[in-house]
């Protein structure tokens, strides 16, 4: 039996003159924004603060126009704006309440209760609230890694970011990268008519190699095992030279060469963490500290729309369940035997072989 029926909240709420917030969420990409249609449905006050002015998370930051053809339900695909602003709307209307240009600094705990419950005080660069449960959906990719050699330009249309469609229309454009952003980028400058040179630094391009043949069937030339080596501009064109001492031409150019880890913020939560910088959480999304939750890219080795979705889902669920019947989820744990599982499963790999 589903263990849900929405439970609406009072729309007379004085949002503003809470003594504290039931959850607060940082973070409104996907996963900020799933976690907090969850826990308003079931009657819980939720604040979503978020660092940049506008919602939507990656999908609406870093390619709000491409068609997203991987979630379930959009046989036609949907772009990342539509999905961001669809789920804002969603959350919007179950009465979840936002902090825009807002940024995470630091979780304290207080000697306030609430409900019997200590409560948590988390601090941004505007406010201070109170509450019982934090659900931490900051995503892990931050802030765009640059490229010196053609930052150093400083060009409005050096991009860190997919540009608008109609920014690049018929022009020939420059791709500096590898991965899968760098390969889907390609493959949308393709078809909107623009030239497309890819420069990739490996020999072998890491991203899907479906994109690869798309990208070729397309009319785009992928360069590996080279890189920029120096780079100006001239009446409007940035001229490239590279490794190879090949030059280019181009209109604009669009850098995805990976992002800088969040790592620096999640110290400062003094959180444990796995080597690679992301959130370690039990398989309950919780932190090491209790009552912090991490869902989506914050922890994942899974980094999808969906995950982040199903993950936001599960922790709020789980935070509901804390705060309706606190040590909810300790009595799970010794009860369901998941640690014990986790425990044999890496005592037989460091056995194995
Ligand atoms: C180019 C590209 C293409 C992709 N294509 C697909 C695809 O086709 N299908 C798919 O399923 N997935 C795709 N992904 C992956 C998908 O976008 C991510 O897995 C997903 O957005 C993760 O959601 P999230 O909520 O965990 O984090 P994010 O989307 O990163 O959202 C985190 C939010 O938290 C905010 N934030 C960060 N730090 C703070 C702070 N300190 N205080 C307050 N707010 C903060 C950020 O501004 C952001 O809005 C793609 C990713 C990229 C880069």
Redesign the pocket.
């Known amino acids: 039996m589903a263990d849900f029926k929405v439970t609406e909240l009072d729309p007379n709420t004085d949002f503003d003159n809470l003594t504290y917030w039931d959850v607060v969420i ?7 924004l799933a976690a907090s249609l969850t826990t308003a449905h079931r009657g819980l006050t939720t604040l979503v ?4 002015s506008e919602p ?4 609406q ?3 709000a126009d ?1 068609k ?4 379930p339900g959009f046989p036609d695909g949907i772009t990342g704006h539509e999905l961001s602003e669809r789920t804002f709307r969603q959350a919007v209307d179950a009465l979840v309440q936002f902090r825009f240009n ?3 600094t630091e979780i304290l705990d207080t000697e306030e209760t609430g409900n019997d419950e200590r409560l948590k005080k988390v601090v ?1 660069s505007h406010g201070e609230y109170l509450c019982r449960k934090v659900i931490l ?3 892990l ?2 802030y765009p890694r640059r490229l010196p050699v053609l930052d150093a330009l400083n060009y409005k249309k050096v991009h860190y970011k ?1 540009p608008r469609i109609n920014d690049y229309h018929d022009d020939h454009v420059l791709i500096v990268g590898g991965g ?2 760098a390969l ?1 980028a390609a493959v949308m400058a393709l078809q909107r008519n623009a030239r497309v040179d890819v420069i990739v630094r490996e020999e072998t391009p890491i991203g899907k190699a479906d994109s690869v043949g798309r990208i070729r069937e397309l009319g785009g030339t992928i360069r590996t095992g080279i890189e920029v080596k120096s780079a100006d501009l001239q009446e409007g064109h940035i001229q490239t030279c590279l490794t190879d001492d090949t030059q280019l031409s181009s209109e604009l150019a669009i850098v ?1 060469i990976g992002f800088l880890s ?1 790592k620096e ?1 999640f110290e400062r939560l003094a959180i444990r963490l796995n080597d690679d910088g992301s959130i370690a959480i039990d398989p309950y999304f919780e932190t090491s500290r209790p009552g912090i939750f991490a ?4 922890h994942g080795d899974i ?6 979705w199903a993950e936001g889902i599960q922790a709020a669920i789980y935070a509901f369940k804390e705060i309706t019947s606190p040590y909810w989820l300790n009595e799970k744990r010794l009860r369901d035997h998941k640690l014990v599982m986790i425990g044999e499963k890496i005592t037989r790999a460091a056995t194995a072989g």
């Open positions: 940082i973070g409104a990409g996907p996963g900020g603060v978020e660092a940049k939507g998370g990656q999908p930051f870093l390619y491409k997203i053809v991987d979630i807002e940024e995470l941004t959906a900051c995503g990719l931050h997919v899968d952003s889907d995805q969040a913020t869902v989506g890219d914050v980094k999808l729309v969906t995950v982040a």
